[in-house]
Nanobody, 120 residues
Framework: QVQLVESGGGLVQAGESLRLSCAAS????????MGWYRQAPGKQRELVAT???????TYADSVKGRFTISRDNAKNAVTLQMSSLKPEDTTVYYC??????????????WGQGTQVTVSS
């Protein structure tokens, strides 16, 4: 099993920055993708940003140029640096780790979620 522990959420004003961190522990394969998703009440969980174990990144259009994802493979950790935050970024953010077994079975693991609130 894999456990993900998040930290770094909080309350900021519009235009300010915030950094989210997530550390994974447990049985982690060398090839995996870590990322951040967010989910507002009554809405589907949406991708914010992901980064593979070789450093390939993807971003939601809404955060491109404002958010930066990075990872430390040695620590199985991922960080989301959020800048120029907007009120519409307010929601719960979830850390994710996706990995595939040698049999080809994909597994997704989730953190407990951390609240980000951006006031106008």
């Amino acid at each position: 099993q894999v456990q993900l522990v998040e930290s770094g959420g909080g309350l900021v004003q519009a235009g300010e920055s915030l950094r989210l961190s997530c550390a994974a522990s447990g049985i982690i394969f060398s090839i995996n993708t870590m990322g951040w998703y967010r989910q507002a009440p009554g809405k589907q969980r949406e991708l914010v940003a992901t980064i593979s174990s070789v450093g390939s990144t993807t971003y939601a259009d809404s955060v491109k140029g404002r958010f930066t994802i990075s990872r430390d493979n040695a620590k199985n950790a991922v960080t989301l640096q959020m800048s120029s935050l907007k009120p519409e970024d307010t929601t719960v953010y979830y850390c994710n780790l996706h990995q595939t077994s040698w049999r080809g079975t994909g597994y997704d693991y989730w953190g407990q979620g951390t609240q980000v609130t951006v006031s106008s």
